[in-house]
């Protein structure tokens, strides 16, 4: 992995950012200022998963395929960089057909966010070479489920029931035996669970809202008694504190104190780096701000919530690239709950104006970089210049 570190550098590094961080995380110049978050950008997790997969281009002869299952992180850009480097994507849940077209000793890497445990089952069995960058904090999730399961505790997990890595979190709940899982995306979710452990309900209906996100065999009547909380690494940490808190209220009133330790438990399992993140963007949003931007990958979880925050607060923009802005009059930006992309007009008011920045886990400097530039070149400022004075 050292040996890859100034390849890594010269990918996604930026001068600039580093320039503006050592300063105290602001540009100024004419009528516009932006303002950094304190934490922003790739994580540590991400850094290694990154690192690992240019390690494994570099140990293994260029003739020899390497295959990558999915995305390595969720970034449009670094993918793009992977496949350049010759490594090729399969999906993130190959077929048997897809995996039959394997070789032994075929190198696969299994991205940050890890794999189900049948998919690496299967590559074991065919004997891949797994290059294995699952984030630690991801792992930490699957011990806790897997410590559920044991327990005979359904595992309730606050997270995207369809997202990666939250799929292979279910996995490990269902991996070692009898373990059940249900997934709960927000708190009306949650309050329709904790309404039906309190009161029953109907249970088709319950099946059929939560499609997709419970485990084979979940019965609602039977399942509930007893459950434990656990999350997807990159959720917002005051929404999941709400999950938990909700259902151990409902449990306590259902089974009293003395019971509550038999019927329900709880592990933050939010990862380190997206807390960092939050809490930079809350202190950012505390200060005057005309509008933010917030730059990563579209499916990124962890950028999709501060997106969130931002949208409450102020006119927030979520883009993938600076190309987004195409003029002061026009950017292109997602929306995440109509989860297109959408057009929005004269967006960069005129005037004095200071604009907020921050990006996901999964997005490189240099692309925060080039969102500075464009900004500053938009008002008709040359950034080189602006340094040089
Ligand atoms: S966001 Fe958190 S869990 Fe995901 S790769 Fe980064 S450190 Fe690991």
């Excluded at 070789?103 to 590559?123: H, M, N, S, W, Y």
């Excluded at 410590?147 to 709940?173: C, R």
């Excluded at 089974?255 to 329900?264: K, L, N, P, T, V």
Aim: net charge neutral; aromatic share 8%; glycine share 6%.
């Amino acid at each position: 992995m050292e040996a890859v570190q100034a390849q890594v550098l010269s990918h996604y590094r930026s001068e600039l950012v580093e320039r503006i961080r050592a300063q105290g995380g602001v540009l100024s110049a004419d009528s516009l200022t932006i303002k950094l978050a304190k934490e922003f950008g790739f994580c540590y997790g991400v850094e290694r998963a990154i690192d690992l997969a240019y390690a494994a281009r570099k140990s293994f002869p260029a003739e020899k395929p390497i295959y990558l299952l999915g995305e390595i992180i969720h970034n449009p850009e670094v993918n793009d960089q992977i496949r350049n480097l010759g490594i090729k994507t399969i999906p993130n849940k190959p077929t048997d057909a897809e995996l039959n077209q394997l070789q032994r000793e075929d190198v696969v890497i299994i991205p940050a966010f890890g794999t189900e445990v049948a998919t690496r089952r299967k590559l074991e069995e065919k004997g891949c070479v797994l290059v294995d960058t699952t984030c630690g904090d991801v792992m930490s999730v699957w011990k806790r489920v897997r410590q559920y399961s044991k327990e005979a505790v359904t595992s309730i997990i606050h997270g995207k029931a369809k997202h990666e890595e939250t799929k292979a979190t279910t996995s490990q709940a269902t991996a070692y035996g009898t373990g059940h899982y249900l997934v709960v995306y927000n708190l009306d979710e949650t309050d329709y669970v904790c309404d039906y452990i309190l009161s029953g309900g109907d249970k088709a209906e319950f099946l059929a809202k939560f499609r997709g996100a419970f485990s084979p065999g979940f019965d609602p009547d039977v399942h509930l008694h007893a459950v434990g909380v656990a999350n997807q690494t990159t959720m917002l940490r005051g929404e999941t504190e709400e999950v938990q808190r909700r259902l151990k209220a409902v449990m306590l009133r259902k089974y009293g104190e003395s019971e509550i330790d038999r019927h329900f438990r709880f592990f933050d399992t939010i990862c380190g780096a997206t807390q960092d993140r939050q809490d930079a963007l809350q202190k950012l949003l505390a200060q005057p701000l005309d509008l933010l931007i917030v730059i990563g990958g579209y499916n990124s979880s962890n950028t999709s919530h501060l997106a969130e925050m931002g949208e409450a607060k102020l006119p927030t923009y979520f883009i993938k690239n600076a190309a987004k802005m195409e003029s002061e009059k026009m950017i292109r930006h997602y929306n995440q709950h109509r989860r297109e992309e959408v057009e929005t007009k004269s967006w960069l008011p005129a005037g004095k104006i200071t604009v907020g920045i921050t990006a996901g886990a999964s997005c490189p400097n240099n692309l925060i970089e080039d969102t500075i530039r464009r900004l500053f070149e938009l008002r008709g400022i040359s950034v080189q210049q602006l340094l040089a004075s």
